[in-house]
């Protein structure tokens, strides 16, 4: 059994932020119940490649003790952070193929949590995309899904297919943003050891 994790890499989605809704809610909870847990959740950049080499530098130093968290894109981000480390995954809603699902939105993009800022999703980045990509994972067994049949953006069915004998938790519902987190945050919790199962 592996020990419960001293350091969490939480990877958000396309055009979100650090202020995202489930990052903010798992940080309030390590801060209230875990709080000796290193926390990061950088804010990605647009390009893949420049996003890689934040990630991959920033947890150069950090022990096997750690993990990773990521949702949609960030799952995407995610799964080869793991495949890389061997560390154990969560991911939620993930992008399994976003360098085919990313081309109708090359061109200018707002930021989901501040409109006001814009960025290029640049053409070149499909190729980046391309170059991190996990074409199968290795050692299901440390990754867990939480999976969304109600997604209104990504297949619920390819998400699922992407991680064969892993943990998953397909919802009947819900959505893409998992606006029901409150009620999976258990379930994530868990398979990170940091609370004990029932």
Known sequence: MREPPTHLLYLHGFRSSPRSFKAQRLQAWLRAHR?????????????????????TGGIATWPDTSAVLGSSLGGFYATAVAERTGW???????????????RRHIGEQTQFHD????????????????????????RPERYAALI?????????????????GATLRVLEGSDHALSDFDDHLPFLLEFLQLIPAP
């Open 35 to 55: 709080p000796g847990i290193h926390w990061w959740c950088p804010q990605l950049p647009p390009s893949p490649r420049e996003a890689w080499q934040l990630m």
């Open 148 to 164: 969304a049949k109600g997604d209104e953006l990504l297949d619920w069915r390819e998400m699922t297919a992407h991680y064969p």
């Open 115 to 138: 409109p006001g800022q814009h960025f290029e999703f640049r053409r070149e980045y499909i190729a980046e995309l391309e170059a991190i990509a996990v074409p199968r994972v290795t």
């Open 88 to 102: 154990p995954a969560l991911v939620m809603n993930p992008a399994v193929n976003p360098a085919r699902d990313l």
